[in-house]
Every structure is written in C-alpha cells, then in structure tokens.
C-alpha cells in the first residue's frame, strides 16, 4: 500500500507510503488519499486529519516524472482529475486538516500542504516550486502562492525554482510551528486534539468563514458571517457551550 490510514479517538491519520521515491505522487498514491480522506471524512467520530509521510526525506516530493520523462511530446500526462483530489486542492478537507511535514515539501507535495489547514514542520524540512525547472507549471495550486505570502516572495519562489528552509517558511506564515523532527507527528496530532475537542459544527462553519475573507468581497464574506451566527446561535452546541463554561465542565458536543 502507498497510502495507509488510521483513527485514534475523533483524529484520523493519513500517511503518504512510498519513503523508497520520497512519497512522490503517482496514480495508486493519488487513489489512496482519495480513499483514506473520504473514509475520514465520512466517519462522524473523525473530527480533525492528520496528513504525515513516512520516513524523514520528504513529506512529498511531488509527482512522479517517471512518465512524463518517458512520454512523447504532445502525448497525454496523468493529471490528478479524481474529483476529491482536485477538491481537496480548491476547497480543502471537509474537516480540519493539518500538515506534519517530516521532509521536503516541493512542487505538488507542496501544493498538497497548502491544501491543509495546518502545518507542524521538522527544522530540515524545505519548500519550493521546482517545476519551471523540470518544464511544467505548478498546476495544482502552486500559482494561488501570492494569496499566502507576499507577492514578491511568490514570483521568487516560482520563477527561480529554489527552495526555502522552514525557518524562513515559518517567517512567511506557510508554517505554523517547526518543532525537532521526532516531535512533528506528535505535536500535529496533539493540535488535532485539541480541535476535535471544539464544536465539529462551530468549527465547520468557522473554517468556512475563515476561506471566505480571503476567497469573497468582504460584503459577501460578511453576509455569510451573519448567517453562520444565526445558525449557530439556533442549534444546541452553543447553549452546551455557554453552559458547560458556567459549569466548568467539559462539553457534550452534539
């Protein structure tokens, strides 16, 4: 198996198998987190993912150019168009999803940890947009880069095809902690926890909203601001909520 998959407690837990090639992406890798993300994504205890690669190389060295190497000019290339995978590029998981980045994170492995929510990272971890350099555009997200970090940085990254190291990614913004290496999966799972303990409804809407003060006009993201407060407000987790504060208990989430 390329793509294994597994809960602990409300955490799901997706890792990219394939350490001899650096997890880099075929169609089997593709295929197995379509599956593992919707089998979490469908289960009502999975609260929060984890997305992680074995081994401590690479988190994902992008696709496999295998075939594009040994393909004909003009000829056809395998694109990821399974319609979960293209989603998960555009509009993330339907759950938190959070990066723990063991290795390099490079072209459409890096375009897959800009799908995540989240993102702890090991200090020798590094992170481009090498494909200029192999001929190809980065065509799964890659080019959305100046919505994240400024302009300028975006077009380095882009056009020289170098990488960064993850403490200038943590200067950006691209990550969230960089902790020692043997610390990366458990600190990522830890943040999942600590997400899962919040409302799954609250959160779900929150994460909506968060997407739209970048994606709409603010007139548009502010409307759906108002409605996600009435909607909250009209179901149960918020008087739980409030209750269990006063109480000084742990919540009983619906």
């Known amino acids: 198996m390329t793509v294994t998959a597994h809960t602990d407690g409300p955490v799901g837990l997706i890792t990219l198998d394939r350490p ?28 929060a993912i984890v997305l992680t690669g074995t081994g401590d190389r690479a988190f994902c060295a992008g696709m496999d150019l295998t075939r594009v190497s040994s393909s004909e000019p003009g000829a056809p290339t395998t ?24 290795g390099t994170a490079v072209a459409g492995g890096f375009e897959l940890m800009l799908a995540c929510d989240l993102v702890i990272s ?27 970090i400024p302009r300028a940085v975006a077009f380095e990254l882009a056009l020289t095809a170098e990488a960064i190291d993850a403490t200038r990614a943590h200067a950006l913004g691209l990550v969230n902690h960089v902790v020692p290496a043997d610390e990366v999966l458990p600190r990522a799972l830890a ?62 989430w619906t």
Not at 88 to 98: E, N
């Open 191 to 252: 943040l999942a926890t600590t997400i899962a303990a919040n409302s799954p409804h609250a959160v779900r809407l929150t994460r909506g909203l968060l997407r739209d003060a970048t994606d709409l006009s603010a007139a548009e993201a502010w409307s759906h601001v108002d409605a996600a407060v009435t909607e909250v407000l009209a179901g149960p987790d918020a008087r739980e909520g409030a209750q269990a504060f006063l109480e000084r208990r742990t919540p009983q």
């Open 122 to 148: 090991a200090p020798h971890a590094r992170f481009g947009l090498p494909e200029v350099a192999r001929g190809l555009v980065a065509g799964a997200g890659g080019t959305f880069l100046p919505l994240r």
């Open 20 to 47: 001899e090639k650096r997890n880099a992406l075929n169609a089997a890798m593709i295929d197995g987190i379509v599956h593992a993300l919707e089998a979490h994504e469908a289960d009502p205890a999975v609260r």
């Open 79 to 102: 694109r990821p168009e399974t319609s979960t995978y293209k989603r998960l590029l555009t509009d993330g998981s339907t759950k938190p999803l959070i990066a723990a980045v063991n």
